[in-house]
């Protein structure tokens, strides 16, 4: 059997798509659950609704998306009452995202008790982080205790993509170093040595590192302090504006790119400055992952900005042709798959995404395992 449903759930949204090996049978969202007017009155309702629509004849497995797995899941996991359990202890450190996952194993395993129920971590692409790069320079008792560290997050998007470059560039995994970018409303970069993470740049939680949607990226942690002592602003307010108030919509105004770039290719001022913050940034990690991977062989822009936004791509990566980095400006504009000059030491690649693909392969490799 073949036949692998992908959910990802959300507070009041269901994703779903159904594979058979790598082909899309059914895909779909189910939103606004549990409001007033919306698809489906709770989770459980939603996946009664996807079963009755749903040809789940020869269905091997269910595979759950779960943004946080701690140091305690390096690898994707069949769920028994144990793992629940331990993902439910988790909760500290994703508290707006592991809930969800949570509610959508818990109902998947009420409707369909035969079936396996997959968890596939966002933070499990990246265990293989080694410990100069995944800890932090504070009192190592306390962060033992309380689990402070880096994990990183967008992990089925960085396999993938660092898998498919490496396919691209006729190379074995093996012996391919790639730079991934994944931009989207949340973005992350990562450094992926042989087919394993080495560095990525959101840590504890996804607020760190590139600039956001709304989410910050990297800022000095003195700037909560002040705000709390001098400000008086309240610590959870101060969250509240880090997470939901910052990044391109702190910046200019409005968090999605696409509006930010229109504005900015007009001549607006806050979003031209917003657009050069944001540039660079990305710009400044894949400085720092060249130094630490050694050897590059591509750089690979992914999700929705980088898949679809030419001016980020180019304005990214201009002056770096010392480096061995330059991006062909018609091929750029014309999207198409490397978008570097001929005979370019680092292949500039745009890949598309494809995490729920990978939610599948993953749940198809851990039932297996579990059956061995």
Not at 107 to 119: C, G, K, M, S
Not at 192 to 198: E, L, Q
Not at 312 to 317: D, G, P, Q
């Amino acid at each position: 059997m073949t036949r692998v449903l992908v959910l990802n759930s959300g507070s009041s949204s269901l994703r779903y798509r159904l594979f058979d090996g790598s082909r899309v049978l059914a895909k779909g969202l189910v939103q606004r659950i549990g409001e007033a007017g919306g698809d489906a009155a709770d989770h459980g309702a939603a996946l009664r609704r996807l079963m009755d629509e749903l040809d789940l004849s020869g269905l091997a497995a269910v595979g759950h998306r779960v943004v946080h797995g701690g140091d305690r899941f390096t690898a994707s996991t069949v769920v028994d009452d144990e793992v629940l359990a331990t993902i439910e202890e988790l909760i500290p450190l994703a508290p707006l995202h592991n809930p969800a996952a949570l509610t959508g194993l818990r109902v998947a395993r009420d409707l369909l008790p035969e079936i396996p129920q997959v968890a596939v971590f966002d933070t499990a692409f990246h265990s293989t982080i080694p410990p100069e790069g995944a800890l932090w320079a504070i009192d190592r008792g306390l962060a033992s205790k309380w689990g402070l560290r880096r994990y990183g997050f967008h992990g089925t998007s960085h396999a993938y993509v660092s898998r498919e470059t490496a396919r691209l560039l006729g190379r074995p995994v093996a012996d391919t170093n790639v730079i991934t970018l994944h931009l989207g409303n949340g973005a992350s970069a990562t450094a992926v040595r042989a087919g394993r993470s080495v560095a990525t740049s959101m840590g504890m939680t996804p607020l760190p590192g590139l600039v956001m949607g709304t989410r910050s990226g990297d800022i000095d942690p003195s700037l909560i302090f002040h705000l709390h002592r001098v400000a008086g602003m309240p610590v959870d307010e101060i969250e509240e504006l880090l997470t939901r108030r910052s990044g391109m919509l702190g910046l200019a105004g409005d968090n999605d790119l696409r509006a930010v770039q229109e504005r900015y290719e007009a001549g607006d001022p806050d979003a031209t400055l917003a657009f050069e913050v944001y540039c660079r940034r990305i710009r400044e990690y894949t400085g720092s992952y060249l130094a630490v991977l050694g050897r590059v062989d591509a750089i690979t822009f992914t999700g929705g900005v980088g898949e679809n936004s030419r001016p980020v791509r180019a304005k990214t990566l201009a002056g770096l042709e010392a480096l061995g980095i330059a991006v062909d400006p018609g091929r750029n504009e014309r999207n198409e798959t490397i978008i570097s000059p001929d005979g370019s030491p680092i292949a500039v690649c745009v890949v598309p995404t494809e995490e729920e693909l990978e939610i599948a392969s993953e749940a198809r490799k851990a039932i297996g395992s579990a059956e061995e």
